[in-house]
């Protein structure tokens, strides 16, 4: 049995890895500004000067909690900005390779959540969950390009379908590929979507947001219905069932949680 956590409002977002991220590229900066204004006049080449920040910055970004995936990150933005420089590379493609990220991981930046794509063994493997015989409510909390909507309109024609993404260039693909197929996909953030009118809420998010979710959805979901998370457990909260996927791609098992009573029509948990 799990323990209750206090309560806390969905406006309290996890600490940005954005000013994480800065605080890190500054603290790099003051430390080579140090270096090289201390230690006597040698050779030292400015790209030298720059894999020294890039190594710095790593290594306070793998110190602190943000996720792996930024120390690359850290190690590269120096000498990618003066490399930058020394080619002079116009302003637009600044501004462009600026842009892309964020408009494609921008939930990574905001929530810690990267984006993951459902594959087919997890798109299987939820179909198990949903029959056609009554029109089930299901919402994609972070739909990426729709891919998952897409498969489940065709296999389950009357099921009521909602997707939540906050990446504005994959809900503009995701839009596109749904446009014809009778699903609502909005944009915005998905601790602002409510839970409640839902048969199943299906979210494949990582690891830093499943306490989050878990407390959003003990709150909103109704009794009967089912919380299916792609490959992220819910820290020390036991699923009622663990499907496992064929190991193929990055996804590794659908768990699913009943929320506080049986199933509603159209969902199984046996």
């Not at 998952?148 to 994959?170: F, Q, S």
């Not at 989050?212 to 919380?227: D, I, T, V, Y």
């Not at 949680?257 to 509603?264: I, L, Q, R, T, V």
Request: glycine share 8%.
């Amino acid at each position: 049995m799990s323990r209750r956590k206090p309560p806390h409002s969905d406006a309290e977002a996890p600490a940005s890895p954005i000013r994480k991220a800065a605080l890190c590229l500054v603290g790099a900066t003051v430390l080579v500004v140090v270096l090289m204004n201390a230690l006597p006049p040698h050779d030292e080449t400015p790209f030298q000067w720059a894999w020294l920040h890039g190594a710095l910055a790593a290594s306070m970004a793998w110190a602190t909690t943000m996720p792996r995936w930024w120390v690359p990150i850290m190690l590269l933005f120096a000498p990618a900005v003066l490399l930058a420089l020394t080619l002079q590379v116009p302003p637009l493609v600044w501004l462009a390779a600026g842009l892309l990220p964020w408009l494609v991981f921008r939930g990574a930046l905001r929530d810690r959540v990267p984006l993951f794509l459902s594959d087919q063994p997890a798109i299987s493997r939820l179909l198990e969950m949903i029959t056609d015989e009554h029109p089930v409510s299901v919402v994609d909390l972070g739909c990426g390009t729709g891919g998952l909507l897409l498969a489940l309109r065709e296999a389950r024609p009357i099921a009521r379908l909602r997707g939540v993404e906050n990446a504005p260039l994959t809900w503009l693909i995701a839009r596109i590929r749904l446009a014809k197929s009778a699903v609502d996909v909005v944009y915005g953030s998905i601790w602002d979507e409510p839970l409640g009118g839902y048969d199943v809420v299906y979210a494949y998010l990582s690891p830093a947001a499943m306490p989050r979710l878990w407390e959003k959805a003990r709150r909103e979901m109704r009794a009967g219905s089912l919380l299916v998370s792609n490959s992220f457990e819910v820290p020390g909260v036991t699923p009622q069932r663990v499907l496992e996927l064929d190991g193929t791609g990055m996804a590794t098992a659908l768990y699913v949680w009943e929320m506080g009573g049986p199933p509603g029509p159209g969902t199984q948990v046996n």
